[in-house]
């Protein structure tokens, strides 16, 4: 079955306390991103990757990191969580053509709550 | 700046009430607009996409339209299962920019 999973579901952390987020796809998309998703804000972009080895900021992207070492896995690292980084966050694959990227496949979503 | 512009905020609707949700756009030059549905607490799922003005896509008791200046999801018929965000997205061709913009969608009820 097409899909992209993400893990934990659901975290609970203290400010400070470095935290990753998983996401792996097995479509053999090329593109890949992450949003997060706040109540009146709509969902924004926080990185995207084109390819392996090929990332780049999204709207948002202060204090998150990610890495592309593998084609199916993008994680997101947020090395010094701050309690305005609680919110409910998704991963998205799409595959690339002439340029453009087709429909996206979320993830089921993360929610991550920072004390 | 790209803007999206999701309305109205909220919807409800009888069982059969047909109705539309409006996504109008501000993008320098469009690559794609996207519409999407999304279930309480689960990550949204694709519905359409358009590309360019006139186009018209179709998916059981869903339409999708677009013009130069927005996009309508027409509802036909509602069933309480269609309950749902619908959200609309637009990829711009602005400087090679792969970040798409998102409206704050539509949240959609139908009653029985």
Redesign the interface.
């Given at each position: 079955e097409a899909q992209?999973t993400q893990n934990p579901r659901y975290l609970i952390t203290v400010t400070g306390k470095k935290l990753t987020v998983t996401c792996s796809q097995n479509m053999n998309h090329e593109?890949m991103s992450w949003y997060r998703q706040d109540p009146?804000?709509?969902?924004?972009?926080i990185y995207?990757s084109?390819n392996v080895e090929v990332t780049?900021k999204?709207?948002v992207p202060e204090g998150y990191k990610v890495s592309r070492k593998e084609k199916r896995n993008f994680p997101l690292i947020l090395e010094s969580p701050s309690p305005n980084q609680t919110s409910l966050y998704?991963c998205?694959s799409s595959s690339l053509r002439g340029?453009?990227?087709?429909?996206?496949?979320?993830?089921?979503?993360t929610r991550l709550t920072v004390l | 700046e790209d803007q999206v512009t999701q309305s109205p905020e909220a919807l409800r609707l009888q069982e059969g009430e047909s109705s539309s949700l409006n996504c109008s756009y501000t993008v320098s030059g469009l690559?794609?607009l996207?519409w999407?549905r999304q279930d309480p607490?689960?990550?949204?799922?694709?519905l359409f996409?358009l590309y360019s003005a006139g186009e018209e896509k179709e998916k059981e008791r869903l339409k999708a339209t677009l013009t130069k200046k927005e996009s309508f999801l027409h509802i036909t018929a509602p069933k309480p299962e269609d309950s749902a965000t619908y959200?609309c997205?637009v990829?711009a061709r602005t400087g090679?920019s792969?970040?798409?913009t998102?409206?704050?969608?539509t949240s959609l009820i139908v009653h029985p």
């Open positions: 992209v593109y009146g804000l709509g969902l924004r972009q995207y084109m780049d999204g709207d998704f998205a340029g453009n990227y087709n429909e996206q496949f979320f993830g089921p979503g | 690559r794609g996207f999407y607490g689960k990550g949204p799922e694709f996409t959200l997205a990829q090679g792969y970040i798409p998102f409206g704050r969608g």
